[in-house]
């Protein structure tokens, strides 16, 4: 679990802005590899958060230059949905430019960044956006590029892959089957999870299990 390099500078400019029940995929190809709904944070260095933390461990052995990982700002709306509010929020001030307009739908710092994400023009009056503007807006709004350049040093990692096989120890002791009177527990062994309090669980649950153990002995 580790936060994320991007290649694009645009989301360093953002260091610091949270978003929230936002969704983040990545794909290879045809192949998904990644689609969940949480949170994710802007940094300087491109992208972190929980959403971010779970999808590195699933990207892993992938071929970064040839991932395409993409940020819905509005999972809870389908495209026609959006549209249309997207529609009732220009119709609403058709002479304001469509960059003072965006705050609506995305953080103020991000609503900067869309026009040319989506290839619009940022200061065209709201009433004159065309059909095939509109949707394109929409369309971007729904699959916003975050294409990854690599990862964080390893001392960034929230929890490392690696460790003792698990196939080696007694799980109702944590005792190692190779070298009795050693106990294993945590990080040490074989073992990860998602980002959200598992990895501490298991480190919680098998250090007690293996002081328990151990005193028993």
């Known amino acids: 679990l580790i936060p994320l390099v991007t290649r694009d500078d645009w989301p360093r400019s953002l260091q610091g802005l949270s978003l929230k029940n936002v969704r983040l995929s990545a794909s290879a190809g045809k192949k998904a590899r990644f689609d969940e709904l949480g949170e994710m944070l802007f940094t300087h260095f491109g992208i972190s958060g929980p959403l971010v933390l779970s ?5 892993l052995d992938d071929d970064l ?4 990982v993409r940020l819905d700002m509005k999972p809870g709306l389908t495209l026609e949905q959006l549209e249309k509010r997207i529609q009732r929020d220009l ?6 430019r469509l960059v003072s307009l965006l705050p609506r739908l995305v953080p103020a710092s991000l609503a900067e960044q869309v026009p040319a994400l989506c290839g619009l023009n940022p200061d065209k009056p709201a009433g004159q956006l065309t059909r095939q503007e509109r949707r394109r807006l929409a369309e971007g709004l729904k699959a916003i590029p975050l294409p990854v350049a ?5 001392t960034e990692a929230i929890v490392t ?4 096989d698990v196939k ?3 799980p109702k002791t944590m005792r190692s089957k190779l070298h009795p009177g050693l106990y294993f527990a945590g990080e040490l062994l074989d073992v ?5 309090g598992y990895n501490l669980q298991i480190a919680f649950s098998t250090g007690a299990l ?3 153990s151990a005193a028993e002995q």
């Open 210 to 212: 293996a002081g328990r």
């Open 65 to 68: 230059s040839a991932l395409d």
């Open 192 to 196: 990860d999870a998602h980002t959200g």
């Open 55 to 59: 999808m590195s461990s699933h990207i």
């Open 161 to 164: 892959r690696g460790g003792v």
């Open 150 to 154: 690599g990862y964080r040093p390893l």
């Open 91 to 96: 119709d609403e001030d058709p002479r304001k």
């Open 168 to 170: 080696e120890v007694d």
